[in-house]
């Protein structure tokens, strides 16, 4: 019998991470971060332990204690047993989990304890924590999601809580014999790389047939999924989806696929499902049009760096304004990697006429390409 189990995403803004389970098939839709629930332990600068985040995670409920899903190196890092004696005494809390890892919970139960993790968009709400999960448990997403994704990692801090497509595995290592405490404890890392899968419009994983829809929302590369199980049980998840913005005729489409369909369960998200005044892009390019042309100097615009449609919208409100846009790095470094989907209407913003990027001062003060090669997406936006 087919079930779901929600294990984020219930009375909260994001955070989805919900169990189809059939039979021995489970899958997850979306694996993300609620923004809330961090939040209430973690800001700025506290933030999880570097290398025992997962513990802390689990422990405060901000993640599920799951077997059979997350990250070996996370759950017991490779080496501790040689050496928990010695660093940690008789407290080997630190360092051990009650939860079992991918293979323990494989030989137990003959198979991995998930097939798949879907992925609906972008949103870090919607997939941050999959660098918590074993790298061999696949993840399901469409081509530009997965560029978004890698873009996020390439523009992210580092860290465990980044690492989605490739992951840096650590066990215990030593110093070398010319370091300055030869034979020290240290963590070494080693790269793995995530298995991915792009969407089709309709896949099985074993027992579970998904079909896939895109829809429009503040991220490109949105999709929602209608689900059939083995007992005929259809569920209807619509991820994160708007019908106002310059592609709402995808999520039209969508909602037109699912007639006759009778889903046994409709899973979605509205953080304004209770307002029925209509808004639209053509509304925000009209009002911007206004506020700009009346303004002198200086206007400022914000909005989220992975939200091309207000790009294109800032980028039209700038040529009839007279102004030249402004953008930061990040939405360079973005836009490179999303122009070569020709649906998105993208180009390389040194193709554009009045788009400029703004780079901070920094290091030598005199804009040395030099000044930049730490942060890859700072110099590299227009190299790609
Ligand atoms: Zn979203």
Redesign the pocket.
């Known amino acids: 019998m087919a079930s779901l189990t929600f294990y984020g995403g219930v009375g909260e803004i994001g955070g989805n991470k919900i169990l189809v389970q059939d039979n021995d098939t489970r899958i997850f839709l979306d694996f993300g971060m609620g923004f809330d629930r961090k939040g209430d332990f973690y800001e700025e600068f506290l933030q999880p332990r570097t290398n025992n985040g997962l513990k802390d995670l689990m422990e405060l409920g901000i993640v599920p204690k799951l077997d059979g899903i997350y990250r070996e190196d996370f759950l017991e890092i490779g080496g501790i047993e040689d050496v928990i004696n010695e660093i940690a005494g008789s407290d080997s809390s630190l360092w051990m989990s009650d939860v079992k890892s991918y293979d323990e919970a494989d030989k137990r139960g003959g198979n991995p304890f998930v097939q798949g993790i879907l992925i609906s968009?972008g949103?870090l709400?919607?997939f941050q924590f999959i660098s918590l999960l074993d790298e061999r448990i696949p993840v399901y997403c469409s081509s530009i999601s997965k560029a978004i994704i890698e873009a996020t990692e390439d523009i992210g801090k580092g860290g465990f809580e980044s690492e989605f497509l490739s992951a840096g595995k650590r066990k215990i290592g030593k110093l070398g014999a010319t370091a300055f405490f030869p034979g020290a404890y240290k963590i070494d890392t080693e790269d793995v790389i995530r298995e991915y899968r792009i969407l089709q419009q309709y896949q099985k994983i074993r027992n579970i047939e998904v079909r896939t829809f895109p829809v429009d929302?503040?991220?490109p590369g949105a999709v929602a999924f209608l689900i059939r199980t083995s007992d005929a049980k259809t569920i209807v998840y619509t991820g994160?989806m708007r019908f106002h913005g310059t592609r709402g005729d995808l999520t039209r489409k969508f909602q037109d696929s699912l007639k006759g369909s009778k889903p046994d369960a409709l899973i979605t998200e509205g953080t304004r499902i209770d307002e029925d005044t209509l808004d639209s892009e053509a509304d925000v390019k009209q009002d911007c049009v206004k506020l700009i042309s009346d303004a002198k100097g200086l206007a400022m615009v914000g909005f989220a760096w992975k939200d091309i449609t207000r790009y294109q919208t800032m980028k039209e409100v700038a040529k009839e304004t007279g102004r030249i846009l402004v953008i930061s790095p990040k939405l360079a470094y973005i836009i490179s990697k999303l122009k070569g989907f020709a649906d998105l209407g993208l180009k390389d913003v040194s193709a554009e006429d009045n788009v400029k990027v703004y780079l901070k001062r920094k290091g030598s003060m005199l804009y040395s390409k030099a000044d930049y090669v730490k942060s890859k997406y700072d110099a590299g936006y227009s190299v790609i």
């Open positions: 968009h949103h709400d919607h929302h503040s991220v994160d």
